[in-house]
């Protein structure tokens, strides 16, 4: 199947709900979309040890947010490596961290003195906030999944202006179902490898089926600690819904699994973008 025009999606979802499924699945289901992940992003700059990974790794590895204008710019650079924005400037949006799209090597920033500088000093054509007036490709090759990002109405609002994301997906599976889901996981921590002993249980319980080493359970499966987590997604998801919804680009999805979720995914993602 080929796509019409650029996808630009992003999967919105109460954690437990198989978000991370269905992004695998509309990946593998449909080759012209890439991942897009700004922990991936984060994670490949540390790796490198760019300056950008340099000044962010202790605040990873500490729990802490990075903030939201060096999430921005670096999802702006990635963007823009891979030709799927322009600036309006004739000779480009040129950023200096590097991404997944640019080698250690390459990275023209040296210190975090020229990391402050490149945040802070004004680039060619501007908007009002200081960002590079920028048009997205229409071209379906330009086509990805973001993840990670935005998780807030704020957040969406500054990304609107870098590129415009065109198909939101909340999905939505009820509170009960997720928690009966979740109670049933274990995990082998050292290859991330995810049983449930209602669908897809390991051949012997407790063991992972790959090396026998012993199953987890995870921290945050815990009743009270999932409750809490949704209470939270729900105060900072819902002005984020209702800021795509004002863009006319929230599609609503519901199912009590995966498999039920997956189709209608589908179905609705080849309407819109498929010739």
């Known amino acids: 199947m080929r796509l019409r025009k650029a996808a630009r999606v992003i999967l919105v979802g109460a954690p437990g709900v198989g978000k991370g ?68 400037h004739p000779a480009g949006d040129v950023l200096t961290l590097a991404s997944s799209a640019i080698g250690a090597n390459e990275a023209a920033v040296e210190s975090n003195t020229d990391v402050e500088a490149f945040i802070s000093s004004p680039a060619h054509a501007r908007d009002a ?10 071209d379906p090759s330009a086509s990805f999944l973001l993840d990670g990002f935005p998780r807030t109405a704020t957040q969406a609002d500054r990304l609107d202006e870098i590129v415009p994301i ?35 249980a390991p051949k012997v319980p407790g063991q992972d089926d790959v090396t026998g080493e012993p199953l987890v ?14 209470r939270k997604f729900q105060e900072t998801s819902e002005p984020l819904l209702e800021h795509y919804a004002g863009k006319g680009v929230l599609w609503e999805v519901e199912g009590l699994s995966s ?15 498929v010739e």
């Open 21 to 88: 499924t269905q992004s695998e699945r509309l990946l593998q289901r449909f080759p012209q979309l890439s991942s897009l992940s700004s922990g991936d992003l984060l994670r490949h700059n540390v790796k490198q040890r760019t300056p950008l990974g340099i000044r962010v790794e202790s605040t990873m590895k500490a729990g802490g947010l990075v903030p939201d204008d060096l999430i921005l710019r670096l999802i702006r650079n990635e963007l823009n490596q891979r030709g799927w924005i322009f600036s309006s």
């Open 259 to 273: 498999d039920e979720i997956s189709p209608k995914l589908f179905r609705e993602f080849e309407r819109r973008f």
């Open 217 to 230: 359970r995870r921290a945050d499966d815990d009743e009270q600690v999932y409750r809490a987590r949704f």
């Open 129 to 138: 906030r200081g960002y590079p007036t920028v048009r997205p490709s229409e």
């Open 166 to 200: 065109n198909w939101v997906v909340s999905i939505k599976t009820p509170v009960d179902v997720i928690l009966e889901r979740i109670s049933g996981r274990w995990v082998h921590e050292p290859s991330g490898r995810v049983y449930n002993t209602s669908f897809n």
